[in-house]
């Protein structure tokens, strides 16, 4: 970034000039990809029955305990809102003096 004329003009003179270079060549297209083997249903379950065996499920544990702090938290989470717009309502009104 220049900070003065003198310093626009070296900057200028160093710097190649828009649309001198030569262009770019054009993209190779992408390998064409070969067409996708289509099973049934039955082959179709059979994959997500094998994939669901791949997959680490929780304990009952592990459940039990996820399931407990989600609805801590959306139990904290309802009386911090509840609080928050209790005291919103109170200072509107006491702003605009409408309501009670």
Known sequence: MASNEASKKVDLARAPQ????TPT?????????PAQ???GPAEFLAQVRDEGRKVTWPTR????????MVFIMVVVASIFFTVVDQALRYL????????A
């Open 61 to 68: 544990k592990e459940t039990v305990v996820t399931t407990v």
């Open 18 to 21: 828009r649309g001198s270079t």
């Open 25 to 33: 060549p054009p993209r190779a297209t992408p390998p064409a990809r």
């Open 92 to 99: 509107v009104t006491l702003i605009l003096g409408v309501g």
């Open 37 to 39: 083997k289509r099973g």
